[in-house]
């Protein structure tokens, strides 16, 4: 039941619905795509800039607020050591082709506002944020301390996770309001980021290769140049047959060189079935048309990951009863004189480990004469919180949701970082990672209640 302060607090946070908005605007402009790193910006000035905004907005609401070296930040309120957050990131992936909206233009159409981060997850740093402003107006005293966080490399690593438990101590238990609806994200998969490097052999047709914008993202475009003097009549062909019955490709004459461009759908990789691999489709037509004259790791690609995400070629192909299938995705690729490269990002169950996957795929690689190079791992994890899960499913009954269950995700949160302290809960907007993402602004008002209400329970009254 929503006791009166409950009621006061959501009165009050809908006073501040234009300011919230504006300023919900105002990081949706702001490019905020990690970056090159430079003086006081250890992911670029994008995320520096955004997070430098947030923070000055919350030293004139009067919280406490700090700063960890421009890696992540926090503002925090109430009494005590311990407390319950939430988390939310700054950082986007790069916005990638297909928009019909500016990807940091924060158009409104109808009563939608259409932005790279417009889902994912710029909505809980400024709900969050005004959460503590008003209970410190409204001058509640929480029995735990809250604090809400604000990231700025959870799509690239979360170095600045990273960063800010070296020096902090973890909550007693909170939230990354960065799920898709109001369930309980109590399991994660794993993830491992990766990449695979080849030879191109001696007199190889395939001059350059380049397509994808980041390692989580289901590549929508691959280019290709191709050199037809450098085929056998055989390949010449393959190659101009396919040209005429390959679907998803565009190409080009220049002279000897023939550019083509393979057409594919962008997802996210922690859903990839969602999407269409422009990479798979590009190794799948070479391959074809040459044959052992292909590189070894588009061979590879061709055949032994194609355009299953579930790897059934590959021994490390697995899969569990909650968490559902290991999935592989591949989001770069290209090539640096006789080198090809691709960067890929599976994700995978409790049912096995990182240091398993990477002896599998080491020795398939090796199989293949192809590197691997495993950039980033973390385990899934599984949290069990059942007195906090009891909270979380009476906040979504008293504002009229449906009672929430426990599902697993194979996206990749702060929570994974947090040992079973934190659950994925609550988020807004769509087309996450893919054109024209967006959210309608009173789902965003309604998330502003939720969130915080949420932060309201959990926090407790003293």
């Known amino acids: 039941m929503i006791d009166p302060f409950a009621r006061a607090l959501q009165e009050k946070m809908a006073g501040y619905r234009e300011e919230m908005l504006f300023h919900f605007k105002e990081l949706l402009k702001m490019d905020t795509v990690r970056g090159e790193p430079c003086d006081g910006a250890p992911f ?11 923070l000055a907005l919350s030293e004139g609401f009067g919280l406490k607020t700090v700063n960890l070296d421009n890696y992540i930040g926090y503002s925090e309120y109430g009494p005590g050591e311990d407390y319950v957050c939430s988390i939310a990131h700054l950082d986007v992936v790069p916005p990638g082709d297909g928009w019909t909206h500016p990807p940091f233009g924060a158009e409104e159409e109808n009563g939608i506002l259409y932005a790279r981060g417009a889902g994912d997850d710029k909505p809980g740093v400024v709900v969050g944020l005004y959460t503590l402003r008003c209970m410190k107006e409204l001058g509640y005293t929480p029995r ?47 993830r491992m980021e990766f990449s695979l490097e080849g030879q191109k052999p001696a007199g190889c047709p395939v001059l350059d290769v380049t397509g994808g914008l980041a390692p989580n993202m289901v590549p929508a475009s691959v280019t290709a140049v191709f050199d037809r003097s450098r085929m056998t ?14 679907p998803n490709l565009t190409w080009e004459d220049r002279g000897d060189q023939t550019t083509v461009t393979f057409r594919g759908a962008s997802a996210h990789a922690a859903m990839p079935e969602s999407g269409r691999s422009a990479i798979s489709q590009y190794a799948q037509f070479a391959g074809e048309v040459l044959g052992e004259r292909a590189d070894g790791l588009t061979r590879f690609v061709a055949d032994s990951i194609g355009l299953d995400w579930t790897v059934p ?22 090539t640096q004189g006789d080198r090809v490269w691709t960067v890929g990002d599976i994700r995978y169950p409790t049912s096995t480990s990182a240091r398993e996957l990477q002896t599998k795929l080491a020795a398939a690689a090796s199989a293949a004469g192809l590197r691997l190079q495993v950039l980033s791992a973390v385990d899934g994890h599984h949290c069990v919180r059942e007195e906090e899960f009891a909270v979380l499913r009476e906040v979504c009954l008293d504002k009229g949701k449906p009672e929430p269950r426990c599902v697993a995700i194979a996206g990749g949160t702060y929570a994974k970082k947090f040992g079973g302290r934190l659950v994925a809960f609550g988020g807004c907007g769509d087309g996450v990672h893919a054109p024209d993402e967006f959210v309608p602004i009173q789902d965003f008002y309604d998330h502003a209640d939720m969130v915080s209400y949420t932060l309201y329970r959990l926090s407790g009254r003293a």
């Open 44 to 54: 670029g000035p994008g995320p520096r800039r955004a997070l430098e905004y947030v």
């Open 233 to 246: 009549p055989e390949e010449g062909a393959r190659f101009a047959a396919k040209l005429k019955t390959g």
């Open 313 to 334: 070629k590959l021994d490390i192909a697995c899969r569990d009863d909650y968490m559902g299938p290991l999935t592989l995705s591949l989001g770069l690729i290209q």
């Open 144 to 190: 735990q301390k809250l604090r809400v966080i604000y990231g700025c490399a959870e799509e690239t690593g979360m170095e600045d996770l990273d960063h800010y438990l070296e020096q902090e101590p973890l909550p007693l238990f909170g939230f990354t309001p960065d799920a898709d609806g109001y369930n309980i994200v109590n399991a994660e998969k794993g």
